[in-house]
């Protein structure tokens, strides 16, 4: 297949282009860009819907999100996600000093912008194929995916009135959450899962974002409010005097929502059933045969 492109002197060119999969169905658009280092993507967009089925585990399984590690199970496992900004985090910076110190227009501020698209180009790249690889290996081991409703607009929030009364290694510390946030993307990651369980047979849940799922225990229900301060990593209920693991704890209680959820819409179902059962005989009941 190739793309054509018109140049500057609106010659017509053939490019060759690397196919990263075998084009199947019929093609329904063609999309081409060139991006700020000089490469031409092309995409495709065809009418063929890609399936996959995964063989069935019959596993539920809850998750709770942390920042290290990315993901804890309701099983006490832990999912651990690469830092790739942090690896480059000092080179960008560096890069944006040298920016802020070059003239509008000039040829050199051009020169690093390209550079320092091609260093998150990279990160993009980088995050994508962990992200791919761990929904895809969730996908594979679990038949319900349960996760905790992130409210990602807050948990990124720069709140300036409530570091105002922080200490400066407090202030730190919430400056190192906030990266690490935009590099992990959990919310991105959730999508990715959602998209290859449609496309593998596999379920993904997503609860209530208010529903305090760290706080409660989920022995007794008992709601802990210390909790909110997230230095607090164990405890011990009051009431029924369980032992709990904050992330493992929260992933229990995310599926033990799920379970709750699941058996209320069966037996809103079941209900309805019965209703349709109902109808159906006191129609047969009332009708009349006329000969």
């Given at each position: 297949?190739?793309?054509?492109?018109?140049?500057?002197?609106?010659?017509?060119?053939?490019?060759?282009?690397?196919?990263?999969?075998?084009?199947?169905?019929?093609?329904?658009?063609?999309?081409?860009?060139?991006?700020?280092?000089?490469?031409?993507?092309?995409?495709?967009?065809?009418?063929?819907?890609?399936?996959?089925?995964?063989?069935?585990?019959?596993?539920?399984?809850?998750?709770?999100?942390?920042?290290?590690?990315?993901?804890?199970?309701?099983?006490?496992?832990?999912?651990?996600?690469?830092?790739?900004?942090?690896?480059?985090?000092?080179?960008?910076?560096?890069?944006?000093?040298?920016?802020?110190?070059?003239?509008?227009?000039?040829?050199?501020?051009?020169?690093?912008?390209?550079?320092?698209?091609?260093?998150?180009?990279?990160?993009?790249?980088?995050?994508?194929?962990?992200?791919?690889?761990?929904?895809?290996?969730?996908?594979?081991?679990?038949?319900?995916?349960?996760?905790?409703?992130?409210?990602?607009?807050?948990?990124?929030?720069?709140?300036?009135?409530?570091?105002?009364?922080?200490?400066?290694?407090?202030?730190?510390?919430?400056?190192?959450?906030?990266?690490?946030?935009?590099?992990?993307?959990?919310?991105?990651?959730?999508?990715?899962?959602?998209?290859?369980?449609?496309?593998t047979g596999k379920t993904v849940w997503i609860g209530d974002k208010w529903d305090a799922t760290t706080q409660k225990c989920h022995e007794c229900g008992y709601r802990n409010k210390t909790l909110k301060n997230p230095k607090i990593k164990k405890w011990v209920c009051p009431v029924c005097g369980a032992v709990h693991h904050r992330d493992i704890n929260a992933a229990k209680n995310v599926l033990a929502a799920y379970r709750a959820w699941?058996?209320?819409?069966?037996?809103?179902?079941?209900?309805?059933?019965?209703?349709?059962?109902?109808?159906?005989?006191?129609?047969?009941?009332?009708?009349?045969?006329?000969?």
């Amino acid at each position: 297949v190739s793309a054509f492109l018109l140049n500057r002197s609106s010659d017509l060119l053939v490019n060759r282009f690397f196919a990263s999969r075998k084009i199947e169905g019929k093609v329904k658009t063609c999309t081409i860009r060139r991006d700020r280092e000089g490469n031409i993507w092309t995409h495709i967009v065809t009418d063929h819907t890609p399936h996959e089925e995964f063989p069935k585990t019959g596993i539920e399984m809850g998750f709770d999100f942390g920042s290290d590690p990315f993901f804890t199970d309701s099983d006490g496992n832990k999912w651990y996600a690469p830092a790739i900004l942090g690896k480059h985090f000092a080179e960008l910076r560096k890069l944006d000093k040298r920016i802020g110190r070059c003239k509008d227009g000039s040829k050199n501020k051009e020169r690093l912008y390209a550079e320092k698209q091609t260093i998150e180009r990279r990160i993009r790249d980088a995050r994508d194929n962990w992200q791919l690889k761990m929904a895809r290996e969730m996908c594979r081991r679990f038949d319900v995916m349960c996760f905790e409703g992130l409210n990602l607009a807050e948990m990124g929030e720069h709140n300036k009135e409530k570091e105002k009364d922080m200490a400066p290694l407090e202030k730190g510390n919430m400056k190192k959450w906030r990266r690490k946030l935009r590099d992990y993307a959990p919310g991105a990651f959730i999508e990715k899962v959602k998209w290859i369980a449609k496309k593998t047979g596999k379920t993904v849940w997503i609860g209530d974002k208010w529903d305090a799922t760290t706080q409660k225990c989920h022995e007794c229900g008992y709601r802990n409010k210390t909790l909110k301060n997230p230095k607090i990593k164990k405890w011990v209920c009051p009431v029924c005097g369980a032992v709990h693991h904050r992330d493992i704890n929260a992933a229990k209680n995310v599926l033990a929502a799920y379970r709750a959820w699941k058996a209320e819409q069966e037996k809103k179902t079941s209900k309805k059933v019965k209703n349709d059962l109902k109808g159906d005989e006191s129609c047969a009941g009332g009708a009349s045969s006329v000969d």
